[in-house]
């Protein structure tokens, strides 16, 4: 088997990479029984294999997957994949999550029901392709320019997909949805509420709550708890200001608030975050991982 494979978790919030690679699979090789905590794209270049996964239902379906085509498995979805024993499979991989990708596999018409991706459009197909072994050969160029390749990666995808849907009204989730993202950016660090976001859209906060869920997959109020911590991931990562500080400058000016948020996204304090980064920097320094 030849395997190019890699992690990359940069703490973006609409849309992030957790791993990357491409394969040359050897006749019958499998991977699983096992269950993802993102959503993970294979694309077939060549050959063909078989995908074992459970619906929405639990129960489990076949799929026969051949060159040209590609399978989408979405977070707590059991699977189980193998190379075809004449013709193995060569493909390549990404595996992604972030606030903006439910809508965007929900455009696609992919998910757990029907993970099987067919091209309606082959010039987008290649250029997906283009996109997906770009990031798996170039693993050292900065995150910025592999999540623009990203980006590119899922609005082909998207557009390409043969099973591509648009739902109603779509235009309308999207512009408040637009003005809600904004709000946030420019006053997370401020004491706002629910109904805050939902004023400056103009709309009721049941309805700003409504597209949330059908569009992002979570409340208003997750996904503003997630863009703060996310900015304190960053400002722990980067800086050397004090935990109240980093707290304050997110939105919580009570320290233990903040704390107390932030464990329940991430399992530890932020003191706690912090010291296991240093450790790991250490480590690898030690190692000579890092120049």
């Not at 890699?6 to 491409?22: A, K, P, S, T």
Request: glycine share 6%.
């Amino acid at each position: 088997m030849n395997d190019i494979f890699h992690v990359l978790d940069q703490g973006f919030i609409d849309l992030c990479m957790y791993q990357f690679g491409y394969a040359q699979n050897d006749p019958l090789s499998s991977f699983g029984p096992h269950v993802r905590s993102h959503y993970l794209f294979h694309y077939v270049i060549s050959g063909s294999g078989t995908l074992q996964a459970t619906d929405e239902n639990g129960a489990d379906h076949t799929y026969h997957i051949r060159s040209g085509q590609g399978f989408l498995i979405v977070p707590q979805q059991i699977t189980t994949y193998w190379a075809d024993e004449i013709h193995p499979w060569e493909y390549t991989w990404i595996e992604f999550d972030g606030m903006r990708v439910k809508e965007a596999i929900m455009l696609s018409g992919l998910g757990m029901n029907n993970p099987v991706y067919r091209s309606s459009d082959k010039n987008r197909t290649d250029t997906m392709l283009e996109c997906m072994l770009y990031i798996a050969h170039h693993p050292k160029e900065s995150s910025f320019q592999l999540m623009s390749y990203l980006y590119m990666f899922l609005d082909c995808l998207t557009r390409s997909s043969a099973s591509r849907t648009v739902p109603a009204s779509s235009s309308m989730s999207r512009y408040y949805l637009e003005w809600a993202f904004a709000y946030i950016d420019q006053n997370f660090h401020n004491n706002i509420s629910i109904a805050d976001i939902a004023d400056s859209c103009k709309i009721h906060r049941n309805y700003l709550c409504r597209i949330f869920r059908e569009n992002v997959g979570v409340s208003p109020q997750e996904f503003l708890i997630s863009y703060r911590m996310n900015k304190a991931i960053q400002l722990l990562r980067t800086t050397n200001l004090s935990i109240h500080d980093i707290g304050n400058a997110v939105g919580y000016p009570n320290q233990l608030h903040f704390s107390r948020a932030f464990k329940n996204i991430y399992g530890k304090s932020p003191k706690q975050w912090r010291e296991q980064l240093s450790k790991n920097v250490t480590v690898q320094v030690k190692h000579g991982t890092v120049t």
